[in-house]
């Protein structure tokens, strides 16, 4: 059964920080791992996807790297502003079915 | 291109109610998912389908139900409210040639 855990639970941050946001499943046979993002009361946003064969993908100050083989995700976010406060959460897509499973998410909060 | 569309937004059931959570997307994505999210947890994958009369159990399908008749909807059915069934609900599709994922805005649903 896939598993997927994010560390940490909570992360508090200064304005203008890099930080990185660390994602993990058990069951390596993926198709793919995309992160969200997640404002309060809303609903999700996809941030980046990474196809199982890829290594890394970049979409602005976002850098999400995939490791399947040791079952590891970070998304790296570069000179952290206020707006980027949220919940990040991962979900990885296995191979039969199309599940997508989602960890517990990081909550982020950057102070001004 | 209205994406993933939810109703009702809120709802607040009395115990032992019926009800059904609507969803319908109108971008010919065979696979759908509904998901529930409680208070700072990540989402739990309730119900899936790859395709039109074909659905599939989550992690916690127990309480609902679902059908799948078209492509285009996927609704969501609590025969029997439960107050461990009040959270928030959420549906998404799949597909495209990126496999992006697309999700609902949310269904708040309080069992009292």
């Known amino acids: 059964k896939q598993e997927v855990t994010q560390i940490p639970a909570a992360l508090s941050v200064p304005e203008g920080e890099n930080l990185v946001l660390n994602c993990s499943f058990t069951?390596?046979?993926?198709?793919?791992l995309q992160w969200f993002r997640q404002d309060p009361g809303k609903g999700l946003t996809s941030l980046l996807l990474?196809?199982?064969?890829?290594r890394e993908q970049t979409s602005g100050r976002l850098n999400a790297s995939l490791d399947k083989s040791s079952g590891r995700s970070t998304l790296y976010i570069a000179a952290s502003q206020p707006g980027d406060s949220a919940t990040y959460l991962c979900a990885v897509t296995g191979n039969q079915g199309g599940k997508l499973i989602f960890g517990q998410g990081t909550e982020l909060s950057v102070k001004p | 291109n209205a994406g993933v569309t939810q109703t009702p937004k809120f709802r607040i059931l009395k115990i032992g109610q019926s009800m059904t959570l609507q969803c319908a997307q109108d971008?010919?994505?065979?696979?759908m998912y509904w998901y529930r999210q409680d208070p700072g947890m990540g989402l739990k994958l309730i119900y899936y389908s790859v395709g039109a009369g074909i659905t599939d159990k989550g992690e916690v399908p127990n309480g609902y139900n679902v059908s799948r008749s078209t492509t285009e909807d996927f609704p969501l059915r609590l025969e029997l409210a439960a107050p461990s069934q009040t959270s928030v609900y959420f549906c998404a599709s799949l597909g495209g040639g990126q496999n992006t994922i697309y999700f609902g805005e949310g269904s708040w649903l309080t069992v009292v």
């Open positions: 971008m010919n994505h065979n696979y």
């Open positions: 990474i196809q199982s064969s890829q």
């Open positions: 069951d390596s046979a993926i198709y793919n």
